[in-house]
């Protein structure tokens, strides 16, 4: 376990961070020992922790959801997306660029087992509004985190709406209120289901109320998992899949989605929107507007905080399939 970081004191923690870090390679099964990832890092981009708890888990979870966003990007500048954890930290905390759930959920399971959380990956089946059923695959990793004896779900990769902000309770049909509305786990046989309750769209620009964007089931699934622990090497030929199959959400899409402090922001496309909870009024606040190319790199940086090594071509088109 390791020692608590003074929370004034977020960018220098050369004293408590001395350790290796060790992970099996996706490809081969191999150990890699030394590989240059190290927590000091991480928390440069996010911020400080204090103690290893429920408070402190939420602190985190929430901060890594407004500095890191979930974007598939590099599908769009012709950039291969993987499941090593090496790529995916130089990727993602020293190239300051976001990811999918195969990335950020992958880099903060491995964060919490760095920290001393009791921390388990799961697979998740992403709900289908066109079937209205769950797909048949596990497409989204989750992590599953036991504190004080009690199950909890983070979950810091899903993006836009429906991204809780907070580890939820692994409690079954339970209320449990946050900034997007409100959220449940339903207990069923083997199966737990993800539920959202959203509160009505208003939208700022009329045009904004005919977009394709907005989702305006008010109560929806998100997605479904078992409890039974799963490894890196169980989703590499879904992360393959996902990233070169026409029919895919991700190539049919270019997303990139940031939680702020008071919504979020998305970008999917050439459409830009901006999101405002406003919870005692019982509406989300929607701004959207098309942006053109000389736009998408300055709306990356100064939106996102997001620079592309290569050109992005943002892409849109109608797609059922999803995650």
């Known amino acids: 376990m390791l020692a608590a970081i003074p929370i004034n004191d977020p960018y220098y923690y050369k004293e408590i961070f001395r350790f290796r870090t060790f992970f099996p390679s996706p490809s081969d099964g191999t150990v890699l020992t030394n590989c240059g990832m190290n927590l000091e890092e991480y928390f440069k981009r996010i ?8 408070p402190t888990l939420k602190m985190i979870h929430k901060r890594h959801v407004m500095s890191i966003p979930f974007e598939n990007l590099s599908i769009h500048c012709g950039e291969r997306i993987t499941t090593d954890l090496q790529v995916i930290f130089d990727k993602v905390v020293r190239g300051r660029r976001g990811g999918w759930c195969m990335e950020n959920n992958l880099l903060f399971g491995w964060v919490l087992r760095e920290m001393g959380y009791d921390t388990t990956t799961l697979g998740a089946r992403v709900f289908s509004a066109s079937s209205q059923d769950f797909f048949p695959y596990e497409s989204h990793l989750i992590n599953k985190v036991i504190i004080d004896g009690k199950p909890h779900i983070a979950d810091v990769s899903f993006g836009m709406s429906s991204q809780v902000w907070e580890p939820l309770e692994l409690i079954s049909g339970k209320d449990q209120p946050q900034a997007a509305g409100i959220f449940r786990l339903i207990e069923k046989g083997d199966v737990w289901m993800l539920e959202k309750t959203a509160r009505k769209p208003e939208f700022l620009n009329p045009e904004c109320a005919k977009s394709s964007l907005i989702n305006r089931n008010l109560t929806r699934l998100v997605y479904c998992f078992s409890l039974s622990p799963r490894q890196v090497e169980d989703f590499s030929d879904i992360n393959h899949k996902l990233q070169t199959t026409p029919t895919s959400l991700f190539t049919n899409k270019s997303i990139c989605s940031l939680q702020t402090a008071t919504g979020f922001k998305g970008l999917v496309g050439w459409t830009y929107s901006e999101v405002t909870y406003k919870p005692e009024e019982g509406v989300d606040v929607f701004s959207m507007r098309d942006i053109t190319e000389e736009e998408i790199e300055e709306v990356l940086r100064e939106q996102f905080n997001v620079v592309l090594q290569n050109k992005v071509q943002p892409f ?8």
């Open 47 to 54: 911020s400080s922790y204090e103690a290893l708890d429920l």
């Open 316 to 323: 849109f088109t109608f797609c059922y399939s999803t995650h």
